[in-house]
């Protein structure tokens, strides 16, 4: 694949470096996720035990991370998924529905991910600014349209940002985890004392609920995929970039949570709804915590800012291939990037954050991707090894399959152990979108 110049309107523009598509990463990573999920994992494990969360993530993350790796630098093109799946399952038949699939779950999944953000915003703000159930609806629906305005740019000056707000989530998370030390209690930080009832399958049941929460807060580390067509050597950039992301924030989530635990009583977490700012109150003040609140507030807004750049261009990547609405494929003529695409994801997200609640937006989100993105793309890549050994592959996984095996059977353990409502909607959002992708082919035989 040629790169582009960015000087035909019609094309996107390779602008991105290694230094710019991590930072997009990272930010897409951070969040407000871990800061609004962090009470509920320790809550769910009762203290020191919900390392096990954060751990179990960062191992999905970097086994799915190298399935990702190898399709990213293989096909980097626009969409991510959408690409990913038409190759590994056949451009005819499996592979237009698999592809039909992700779109279908993209346009309802990725405006609940901007959504959740945006509802944990106004969480967040009401420590500096008490507000009512309607003033957070109305702040949410206001970042959603904040987001959308300063993403309607040029792809360069985008990688400029995601610099700036890396520095700043980087910097707030270092500021947490340093200031913590000189309070640290060891003996209460790893108090690892058997859960009630022992290991049971109702423990079991718990760590995969409470790893839901933890991947939630992981999720990201695959957006350059999605903005495979801007970054510039794809074939080494984009795994590089998903494997120093990962590493980078399975430090910092560790760390943090460490921290965390040994500074405050984990019951004191469990309840805490700003447990950000109760834990500079504690160490420093009143005013620090508002401070500290501030910066969490910048995080969110730069993981939101990274997430509606990387899925904007999934709708966009389907209808320039004919499988959805062509006015998706239109591209800005002056910044060169998909702005209908943009302004579609950014309204529906504005309306889900005026509808959902924050915890059964994580829940939904999770459960929804499982199937036809996670464990579809990973059983896809081995296939792929085994139908076409000698293919050339710009990164090749180590020791395969067992990434991908390692991939499957972790995402597979969150999807059971989840809650039967939302897998009954997960499987619901499938089965209806086969139905409307057999509507939209007899549409297309009778024309």
Not at 343 to 355: D, E, T, Y
Not at 371 to 380: H, M, T
Not at 381 to 403: G, N, Q, S, T
């Amino acid at each position: 694949m040629q790169e582009q110049t960015g000087s035909h309107p019609s094309e996107l523009e390779r602008g991105l470096s290694l230094t710019q598509a991590t930072a997009i990463n990272m930010i897409d990573m951070v969040g407000i996720g871990p800061f609004i999920t962090i009470p509920f994992i320790v809550g769910m494990l009762q203290g020191p035990l919900c390392l096990i969360a954060w751990l179990l993530g960062a191992l999905l993350a970097y086994m799915d991370g190298m399935v990702w790796a190898e399709m990213g630098a293989k096909w980097p093109e626009a969409g991510g998924s959408y690409v990913f799946l038409q190759k590994l399952f056949g451009e005819k038949k499996v592979g237009k529905l698999m592809a039909f699939l992700f779109t279908w779950q993209t346009s309802i999944q990725a405006p609940l991910v901007v959504a959740s953000g945006a509802i944990g915003f106004s969480q967040y703000l009401s420590f500096l600014v008490p507000l009512g159930y309607y003033e957070k609806k109305m702040v949410s629906g206001a970042l959603v349209v904040l987001l959308v305005a300063l993403l309607y740019r040029n792809i360069r000056s985008i990688g400029k940002i995601s610099v700036l707000l890396w520095v700043i989530t980087g910097g707030t998370i270092l500021w947490l985890i340093i200031s913590g030390l000189g309070h640290f209690n060891a003996q209460q930080a790893f108090d690892w004392h058997m859960p009630e009832g022992g290991f049971s399958l109702l423990f079991f049941i718990a760590v995969g609920q409470a790893s839901q929460k933890a991947v939630y807060s992981y999720l990201g580390y695959y957006n350059v995929c999605h903005l495979g067509a801007e970054i510039k050597s794809p074939g080494k950039n984009i795994p590089r970039s998903i494997f120093i992301s990962i590493t980078g924030i399975a430090i910092l989530y560790l760390s943090m949570q460490t921290v965390l635990l040994g500074v405050l009583p984990w019951q004191s977490i469990a309840s805490s709804e700003f447990v950000v700012s109760t834990y500079f109150e504690h160490i420093y003040n009143h005013t620090v915590a508002q401070v500290a609140t501030v910066l969490v507030l910048c995080i969110a807004l730069a993981s939101l800012f990274s997430v509606i750049l990387g899925y904007s261009r999934v709708p966009y990547a389907a209808a320039k291939n004919g499988d959805f609405f062509p006015v998706f494929a239109r591209v800005h003529p002056k910044y060169h990037f998909p702005h209908v695409s943009l302004l579609a994801l950014g309204g529906l997200a504005f309306i889900f954050s005026l509808l959902f609640k924050m915890k059964e937006v994580i829940t939904a989100i999770i459960l929804m991707r499982i199937l036809i993105q996670f464990v579809s793309q990973a059983i896809g890549v081995i296939a792929w090894h085994l139908d076409k050994p000698l293919e050339e592959r710009p990164y090749k996984m180590p020791l395969f399959p067992v990434p991908a095996i390692i991939s499957i059977i972790i995402w597979m353990f969150i999807f059971f152990t989840g809650e039967w409502q939302y897998i009954l909607f997960a499987l619901g959002i499938i089965i209806l979108g086969i139905a409307l992708y057999r509507v939209k082919n007899l549409r297309t035989l009778r024309n």
